[in-house]
């Protein structure tokens, strides 16, 4: 009986845990969505009497009143003064309005800072027909409970949320040391909220609300920080969140078509078009005697025996990875799609309110006609997302620093790695960021980059009698803003303070070894990784 009970307990232990480990909330498209770590629970209409704390999510409608009536608010300047600077800047820094949002910088955005007036406030908002709570600047306050329904009616309606969104892609692109965008992309674009928990203040409860990309309003609760919901919801939000047609597909950009292969005439049937606007199915043919078979919607012109498209950033990603790749595998094809914009936005120069690039072997190659669904479906995963911090090139099959290669990426993709794996391989130096505001989180030493690259031939007879070396082929130097130099694994990062003095060149060495000596327990023995980098260093 004893032994029975036992076993009975041992079997209703992992259902007693289950229970305890609430599910996530997502609500967006007039649902709500639950979700454990990897999956979709169950999905249900949208409750009219569900309610959120507003937590940090007052600062996303101050932004929005700041841009919308062309604010020029000072930048918040830390003094050191109070304990929340934490989330804003270092003293004897300042952050501006977009970090502030980003960061959740609660001090920028006070009312009382900005000259706020609560009648102005009011007023604003209620010719917007915003709820209650928002009319009341004295309400705007974490604690504030409010309607999930009434949110997300806001979102939709709120003026600068095309702003906003492109801002916001910050929050994921850092959350999770980056690994929250390898599995969502650039689909999400929302700001995050924490508060205490309903049923224990000794507890949190966190989130984010915001949009998709393409203008979709969504929120999220659930137990545990913002910060830890992204985390550990990643799988999950991946598996169910939809891949849509971002509302800002970009600024337009201007391909000269076939710009190596002039033009003999382009027919329609029969006839021979003279230059203005494409619209239908047509025959190009060249100077040379070939023929192509093209479609326009409207987005090609013929001017003086000229062929030139007027794209969106998008759509123009979309046409150069139909025309240069696949859309599969998947993961290829989204590493392609960022080195693609990316490539776009390094070379490509102005023309009035437009980008302009040839189409051509030498620059991108584009597809004269639609992308297809499956090819508009990786940028649009992508959307906005670009590397910043190395020159961008790639080929068909020749790898090279800072070059990635197709078929190297399709043999990666296949082996089950993910599309940000692929594109740190390739450019190791270079970090994921968004199209307007291309940051690197590496700031590259190339001095200590080749410094150690040469001293590596020298040491490699010694290194490779050592039990668990493994000569790492792809890796990054990067400078180290503060702190004790480390080594970042997952990306294969090495920061210092540069290879001027000794103590450098030993900091350098040190960390290059707990890099080489990563899958052998030499790589966490401090004494032993000390001990060879003095020896190889200075002996």
Not at 6 to 18: G, I
Not at 79 to 90: A, D, L, M, N
Not at 510 to 529: K, R, S, T, V, W
Request: glycine share 8%; aromatic share 8%.
């Amino acid at each position: 009986m004893t032994r029975r009970l036992v076993w009975w307990l041992l079997c209703l232990l992992p259902a007693l845990a289950t229970a305890q480990d609430e599910p996530l909330r997502l609500g967006f498209n007039g649902e709500l969505l639950s979700l454990n770590r990897t999956q979709l629970i169950s999905r249900e209409p949208l409750p009219a009497d569900l309610q959120t704390p507003l937590g940090s999510l007052w600062k996303l409608f101050v932004y929005a009143w700041l841009v919308d009536t062309g604010a020029d608010e000072p930048a918040y300047a830390c003094r050191g003064q109070s304990k929340e600077e934490v989330y804003c800047c270092t003293a004897g820094g300042e952050i501006s309005r977009d970090q502030a949002l980003v960061k959740s910088c609660g001090l920028y955005f006070e009312p009382a800072r900005l000259g706020i007036n609560a009648a102005d406030w009011r007023s604003y908002w209620q010719s917007r027909r915003a709820p209650e709570w928002l009319l009341s600047l004295p309400s705007l306050q974490p604690a504030t409970r409010v309607s999930v329904a009434e949110l997300l009616q806001v979102l939709a309606l709120m003026p600068a949320q095309d702003q906003a969104r492109r801002v916001l892609l910050d929050v994921v692109l850092s959350a999770a040391d980056g690994n929250v965008v390898g599995e969502l992309g650039g689909r999400l674009r929302v700001k995050t909220w924490s508060w205490l928990g309903d049923q224990d203040p000794a507890s949190r409860q966190g989130g984010f609300a915001g949009w998709l990309a393409d203008g979709t309003p969504i929120w999220a609760g659930g137990r545990g920080t913002s910060q830890m919901v992204l985390r550990h919801y990643g799988e999950a939000l991946a598996a169910v969140l939809p891949v849509a047609w971002p509302a800002d597909a970009g600024r337009c950009v201007e391909v000269g078509l076939f710009s190596r292969y002039p033009i003999g005439r382009v027919l329609a049937g029969e006839q021979v078009v003279a230059s203005g606007p494409l619209s239908g199915d047509y025959r190009v043919e060249f100077a040379n005697g070939n023929q192509l078979d093209i479609h326009s919607a409207g987005e090609l012109f013929l001017l003086d025996h000229k062929l030139v498209a007027r794209l969106d950033r998008e759509e123009y990603v979309a046409r150069v990875l139909q025309r240069e790749a696949k859309s599969e595998p998947v993961e290829a094809a989204k590493a392609l799609a960022v080195a693609i914009r990316t490539y776009l936005l390094q070379n490509a120069t102005r023309n009035g309110d437009c980008l302009s690039i040839d189409d051509s072997s030498s620059r991108q190659r584009v597809a004269p006609r639609p992308a297809t669904t499956q090819s508009r479906n990786i940028a649009a995963w992508t959307s906005d997302l670009v590397l910043a911090g190395s020159t961008v090139t790639y080929h068909s099959d020749q790898p090279g620093p800072d070059k990635l290669s197709w078929q190297q990426a399709v043999e990666q993709a296949n082996a089950g790695q993910r599309y940000d794996a692929i594109l740190l391989h390739a450019y190791p130096r270079a970090s994921l960021s968004r199209w307007d505001n291309p940051v690197a989180s590496c700031e590259a030493l190339p001095a200590a980059q080749d410094w150690l690259q040469k001293q590596r031939r020298g040491w490699r007879a010694r290194l490779e009698g050592e039990v668990g070396y493994n000569e790492i082929s792809s890796f990054a130097v990067c400078r180290l803003a503060f702190g004790r130099p480390y080594v970042d694994r997952e990306r294969q990062r090495i920061y210092v303070r540069g290879v001027l003095s000794l103590q450098d060149r030993l900091d350098l060495t040190h960390e290059y070894l707990h890099l080489a000596f990563e899958a052998h327990p030499n790589g966490q023995d401090e004494n032993y990784i000390e001990g060879l980098a003095r020896h190889l260093l200075l002996e």
